[in-house]
């Protein structure tokens, strides 16, 4: 059964830096990436990552997130840097696409003073 475990999420306030990991069992995915919902909102690509390292991010978080993996763990990262309260979301993992058709069940994170 495929399954995608996120961690990492919280609150942090503006300026702040979080890490969320995404582990995946029972396949290795080509692309992984992350996708965030707000409130009201719908669901958007943050950032992904191929088997190869290639990656893509949304204009609003480039210079600031960063995306990586370790093809060892079949684990994908999102590391985010100066975190706005823009940034607050669910975040998801995903896996197999863009989007594919896997999903992590989501972490939320609160970007807030």
């Known amino acids: 059964q495929v399954q995608l475990v996120e961690s990492g999420g919280g609150l942090m306030q503006p300026g702040g830096s979080l890490r969320l990991s995404c582990a995946a069992s029972?396949?290795?995915?080509?692309?992984m990436g992350w996708y965030r919902q707000a409130p009201g909102k719908q669901r958007e690509l943050v950032a992904s990552i191929t088997s190869t390292g290639r990656t893509n991010y949304a204009d609003s978080v480039k210079g600031r997130f960063t995306i990586s993996r370790s093809n060892a763990k079949n684990t994908v990262y999102l590391q985010m840097n100066s975190l706005e309260s823009e940034d607050t979301a669910v975040y998801y993992c995903?896996?197999?696409?863009?989007?594919?058709?896997?999903w992590g069940q989501g972490t939320q994170v609160t970007v807030s003073s």
């Open positions: 995903n896996g197999g696409g863009n989007p594919g058709r896997y």
């Open positions: 029972a396949i290795t995915f080509y692309v």
